[in-house]
């Protein structure tokens, strides 16, 4: 097998040494990306045809809003009977010949997966996109311990030859253009250079068939868990994740506890939903259900699965009664597509695991909201993404409560008193009135000092000059 | 790990989920006055029935079903033929081999498949005969297999590790044909769900799969590129 | 029907003329207004900043001010959002909370009042200029307001209205957000006012004086052509 380089190691940002950094980073990245034009527009661009897609395929659903509340539903219900459901999920995986292991963070996790790869014996891993594993580093502690792993994802795989984590969580490698892909190919893999997307799509197909054969562990992700029958759903469009389950000996999928789901009916909305939010498809290419391992009399699939349930702070999430709707995402990314603050920082300012407004949601959750709270900071309140939610999370809603969770546990002191200062004046007209008044007359001066914020507003737009007179003492004149 | 740590994470987690749904969530925000918890004080845990009318339409008869995936299957750049029967199954097939040059054909022992197989000139695999040699699958031309049902709503085929020839089958050789009978076709994803509950009760395939047009990607630049890693083509041959 | 004058502090102190506006339209339709001088800020920036609180002083003391009145309106969708869908939230479970959705119910965005309140499209007004139309977020998804504004621009006379290439993106503004986080919200500022002046209006007409002060800002420093200007101020043109 072709040694890689590997990918996880210099995750910029999802490793932040001293998280106290976090916003300094968040800050400095978003400043330089920002300033990269040419970039933003690539971005923009590429998503531009998303909107048409995905409007098109909205269009086939003879009532998408209330296709909308179907799938919040399901997702609802079985995010608030987690108790019951979970372990129904386990008890029916088991009875089809499924181990399920548990653990209860990132550490576990690992220890986990590596101790089945130690079980298996294994020489190499092959591995299907899968965000969780992203969260927990495995490619990293795989690596360590000498397996060779290969991302089978073009996405996925592309990044790992560039050493970068994912830029967007369901488009791994949107921001790298063609160009630097054949670069990259040709270095690796030693392919000619071409600037065709289909020949370099056939140069990754023809380097990964090999390996999907050879490889003796496969790990995938999980988009759902199916409580009633024991069956584990996963959503792709390359066949890449088909092959990782269907020809290694065993095959290993890692999912967040909040992926279950109540019925296998479920499904029937949640499948085109996430398609449709997502891609604007109104199914992903491959839907696939694995109940457990090779069952006798079918003629291939793997000797044993394993399920590995992972907590990793989620139940603290859960146990945010306000917020607990954002367990309900079904990471389908329409809300990163949308949104104009991923589009102009790009994914990797974030210096998170999940980009975009539902990351900005969850990320303080699942590490700390002192440190994380900028990124709810970050956002103008639009609210496309919300809008976009196949599963109606509150999106921008929750980035509101997270900022006042922030300012209740650790406020700014300057900035408490700050707002305490302008409620004062706002409870009194008069001192309101003359504040304004002040403030109207002063502009000008205030122009010239520059004092921080209107520095900032300054340093790249113009303000008007304040009028004479304020409306309300033109209405009394009137 | 050993199994008493496994049984502490286990109860550790059931824990913690129990005791942070002690409080309880507000209603999801619903849009659609019919789901109003308002009325009952409590959820109404909905059932498909209810969300099917608001979903892709998959035709109210089975004429409509099948002008719906023919249309469903056109947009995904699948391709579909009607054939009169099996004999004019294997004859479309035998064709299409020779027009390929194709050299090796996987298959495996479902009826109608061993039918439409039968006349190829070229060699064949049988991946259902005894244990098969990956490589050997690797390197066919293409895959022929059955189909669980095709599905209208979206244009998907499903097919199941017990009666489609297994896992591998249906993805790794670089075309995939489906032999299927018109009798196939279900107007949704949830009549489809339904089928094979009834047809495998009590014992699902270890693997079902929709297969909703040939294996794609936009990973380069947002650009759809068709075979990713999966068929590059998808051709359903529909008998009768 | 006698209606009561919201004006944000920002209108008040910085953009009077809208008010005015507000004001002769309302009162050419033959209505009565009334502007209430206790009213000072909703305390939308605290609210946003995380300090609820501090802004939930604020609110009960605006409720108040506006108790007993008929319809209150607003000539910018962001506050009017703050009265209707954010103080039923900040005061829910306090004993102001029927207050509040009481308020919450009387309380209209100016182009949302005059088409789903008092039913005109067609105020007599006439504005010889090719306008495009920018959404303020707020208006759009808190309060729902999209058509309205359309539907009022439509009908006055000599006007030319034309679509932007980003007609639902956000133009940046958010309050605290664009001094905090300034080389974000001056990004979004150049995508939005970017597309809007590619329409080569004369005017981008806006129900929101913040987002008018955020592209009137990146316009004008860009030395590109087109303003903003409030929808009241078109509506209240006329050939006297
Ligand atoms: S929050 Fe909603 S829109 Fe965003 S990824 Fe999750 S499901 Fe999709």
Known sequence: MTPLPTGSATHPGTDIA???????????????????????????????????????????????????????????????????????????????????????????????????????????????????????????????????????DLGEFIQQLRGEPPYHFVFPCMHVRRDEISDLFQKHLGSPPTSEPEELTMIARRHMRRLYVEADVGITGANFLVAETGQISITENEGNARLTAGLPRVHIAIAGIEKVVDRLDDLAVLLPMLATAGTGQPLTCYNTLYSGPRRAGE???????????????????????????????????????????????????????????????????????????????????????????????????????NRRNAARTAPGRFERLGHRLFVAAASRPWLFAAGGWWFRKSLGLLKALRPPLLKAWLATRDLPPAPPHSFRSQWRRR | MSSTRMGDARETILARVREALRLPAPPPHLQSPALDPAPTGSLPVLPLEAARPWLPDGGDSPEESRRILGENLARLKAELHHVADAAAAAAFLADLARGRNWK?????????????????????????????????????????????????????????????????????????????????????????????????????????????????????ERILVLGAHGPKELIVLLVG | MRIDLFIPCFVDQMAPRVGMAVASVLERLGHTCEFRPAQTCCGQPSFNAGYWDEARAVAIRTVGVFAGTEAVVGPSGSCVAMLRVFYPQLLAGTPHETAALDLAARTFEFGEFLVKKLGVTDVGARFPHRVTYHDGCHGLRELRVKEEPRMLLKAVRDLELVECDEPESCCGFGGLFSVKYPMISTAMAEVKGGSLARTDCDYIVSSDPSCQLQLDGWLSRQGKKPRTIHLAEVLAGTDA
Not at chain 1, 318 to 323: R, S
Not at chain 2, 198 to 219: N, Q
């Open chain 2, 104 to 220: 090796r054909v996987a298959t495996h022992g479902h009826p109608l498949v061993a039918t439409a197989a039968a006349t190829l000139a070229c060699d064949t695999e049988r991946v259902d005969a005894g244990p098969f040699d990956k490589d050997a699958l690797e390197a066919c031309d293409a895959g022929v297999t059955s189909c669980e049902v095709l599905v209208a709503q979206t244009g998907s085929v499903l097919v199941s590790s017990a009666t489609c020839g297994g896992r591998a089958l249906s993805v790794l050789p670089h075309v995939h044909v489906v032999v299927a009978t018109a009798d196939q076709v279900v107007p949704t994803l949830g009549d489809a769900l339904h089928a094979v509950r009834e047809r495998h009760a009590g014992r699902l395939p270890s693997m079902l799969s929709f297969i909703t047009g040939p294996s794609r990607t936009g990973d380069i």
């Open chain 1, 299 to 401: 003629c291939d699939g793997p000797e044993e699965m394993h399920v590995v349930l992972l907590d990793n702070r989620r139940t603290e999430i859960l146990a945010d009664p306000e917020q607990r709707d954002s367990l309900h995402c079904i990471r389908c990314g329409a809300c990163l597509n949308v949104c104009p603050i991923f589009k102009n920082v790009g994914g990797f300012t974030y210096g998170t695991t999940y980009q975009g407004p539902i990351g900005s949601v969850i990320t303080p959750h699942l590490r700390g909201l002192a440190d994380w709270n900028h990124l709810s900071g970050a956002s103008s309140l639009c609210g496309a993404c919300t809008d976009a939610c196949p599963v109606r999370i509150d999106i921008h809603h929750h980035l509101l409560h």
């Open chain 1, 18 to 152: 001293a998280p106290r950094l976090a916003k300094k980073k968040f800050l400095h990245d978003a400043a330089e990306h920002v300033r990269d034009t040419g970039h933003r527009a690539f971005v923009r661009k590429a998503l531009g045809g998303y909107y048409t897609t995905r409007d098109a395929q909205k269009a086939r659903y003879r009532d998408y809003e209330q296709a909308r509340d179907a799938a919040s539903l399901a997702k609802w219900s079985a995010v608030n009977r987690l108790d019951e459901l979970l372990p129904r999920f386990a008890e029916n995986f088991t009875a089809n010949g499924g181990q399920v292991h548990w653990a209860r963070d990132a550490a576990e996790a690992r220890e986990i997966v590596l101790g089945l790869l130690r079980g298996a014996r294994a020489k190499a891993v092959i591995k299907s996109k899968c965000m969780t594993s992203e969260e927990i580093h495995l490619n990293q502690a795989m690596e360590a311990d000498g397996y060779g792993v290969v991302e089978s």
